[in-house]
């Protein structure tokens, strides 16, 4: 029987987990290709530290150079991170005739569109299908099944660490920090899990979502990126107690007048399912023209969900091999001659609805100052809630819901109603998405 070799960059949650899966399922993965696929070797910087897979037949190495060199690997599987060493081995790995396979959105969201051309350069396969969401398969639904469609929205819970720590944060009233390490020891965060609570890591993801949606080039120094450190379990309750509930959204939207790519924390209602996606689990929103929307499910990080998108990489550059692989499906679904630019809006003119809570003094008339200037600049207002004072506590929480208005309205008004004396706190500002 035909054999595969691959060898595997990082032994780590995902390497160990790619090299795991291959081992244990290598029985049915042959009744579906009709080859061995077999890990020959892989580096780790460690050779002394355990590994969750079985190493006895690997040739470990300390040095991930040489494992791209070697002619019994086939197809290279980079599971290092980060965009500068990882960059360098997977363009060498192409240079040197190697598929490669990776689940590393920073790498492809930085410097994909040149590792697409080298790739092609090459006559090599570049997959990608783990570097976002996990084990759903949203690359291919994206690329292939949706591929009859012009792209109108994607809206996703795109990063499984910050949606673990908001649901226990909600469910259980945990500490921010604490479920973060919990995070970390569950090998969901990555190295630099500010990159998880900042949005970097969803921005990455939605940069790629966006290329393929849309035959956009990468974008990620155009994206407005939010992360959910400053959320408060405050605005968490209150936004409850109004019907809706606050998700990190990665959302990249077409409109008459550019393309909205913006990733944030988002208030929406609760009886939508993507404001039941729960835990580490991750849900992107597609709505194509033609199919109307579709929803994608599953876990968005962890050790063998995120091989298991690894390996249907592998199986599909397996069954390519005999083909022209850089061309089967190109890396965004689009023909590299049909990527091309198109608007992107600026932070001013994203449209959407708002929450504002302002913290206010308790003393009568303040009420009727907010609510004149959103009267004055023409932004309706679609709920309002006002606490109790606390005991001891002289300011009160007002909490607003706007209709649809523009970012640039929103901005005028609070830095007019920011300045008030009676206003004694920044004002907190989150987005609301419907999602009708
Ligand atoms: P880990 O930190 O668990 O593993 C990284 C591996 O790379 C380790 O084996 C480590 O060696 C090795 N390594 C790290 N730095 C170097 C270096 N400078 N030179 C050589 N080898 C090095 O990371 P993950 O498995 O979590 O992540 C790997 C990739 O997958 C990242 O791009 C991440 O964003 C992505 N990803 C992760 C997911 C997850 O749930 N964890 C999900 C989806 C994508 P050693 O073990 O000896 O330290
Ligand atoms: N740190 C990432 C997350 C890993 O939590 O979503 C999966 O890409």
Avoid at 151 to 167: C, P, S, V
């Amino acid at each position: 029987m035909k054999r595969i070799n691959i060898g595997i960059l990082g032994l780590g949650t995902v390497g160990a987990g790619s090299a795991k899966v291959l081992q244990d399922n290598q029985a049915e993965i042959q009744r579906r290709l009709g080859c061995e696929v077999v890990v020959t070797a892989a580096s780790v910087r460690d050779l002394n530290a355990d590994r969750d897979c079985d190493c006895s037949s690997i040739d470990m190495l300390t040095d991930p150079f040489a494992v791209i060199e070697r002619d019994d690997v086939d197809i290279v599987v980079e599971l290092i991170g980060g965009d500068s060493l990882a960059k360098e081995l997977v363009m060498q790995a192409m240079s040197n005739g190697k598929h490669v396979v990776t689940a590393n959105k920073a790498l492809v969201a930085m410097h994909g569109d040149e590792l697409f051309a080298h790739a092609q350069a090459h006559q090599v396969a570049f997959c990608f299908e783990a570097a976002v969401a996990g084990g759903i398969s949203i690359i291919k639904a994206l690329r292939e099944g949706l591929a009859g469609n012009q792209i109108e929205l994607i809206a996703g819970i795109i990063n499984g660490t910050g949606n673990f720590i908001l649901t226990e944060m909600r469910d259980k009233g945990r500490d921010f920090d604490d479920v973060l390490k919990e995070a970390q020891t569950l090998g969901y965060a990555e190295a630099d899990p500010t990159f998880d609570v900042e949005g970097i890591d969803a921005a990455h993801k939605l940069t790629i979502l966006a290329a393929l949606g849309f035959g956009i080039p990468m974008a990620f120094d155009k994206l407005i990126i939010e992360g959910i450190s400053d959320l408060e379990l405050k605005d968490v309750d209150f936004a409850g107690e109004l019907g809706y509930r606050i998700k990190h959204l990665g959302i990249a939207k077409a409109t008459d007048a550019g393309l909205e790519l913006r990733v944030h924390p988002t208030l929406i209602p609760s009886k939508r399912l993507i404001a039941n996606v729960d835990g580490v689990m991750n849900a992107v929103l597609v709505k194509g023209n033609a199919v109307g929307n579709t929803l994608h499910y599953g876990a968005g990080a962890g050790a063998l969900p995120t091989a298991s998108a690894v390996v249907a990489d592998i199986c599909d550059v397996v069954r390519a091999m005999s083909l022209d692989v850089s061309q089967r499906v190109p890396y965004t679904g689009f023909q590299a001659s049909q990527v091309v630019e198109r608007a992107i809006k600026l932070p001013e003119q994203i449209e959407c609805a708002f929450y504002l809570r302002f913290e206010v003094a308790d003393v009568p008339g303040v009420m009727s100052k907010l609510s004149a200037e959103f009267a004055q600049r023409e932004i309706s207002i679609e709920a309002i809630k006002q606490t109790e004072p606390e005991p001891g506590q002289e300011s009160v929480s007002v909490i607003f819901i706007t209709q649809i208005t523009t970012e640039a309205s929103v901005n005028e008004v609070l830095s007019t109603l920011g300045a008030l004396p009676e206003v004694s706190a920044p004002v907190v500002k989150l987005r609301v998405e419907h999602f009708h």
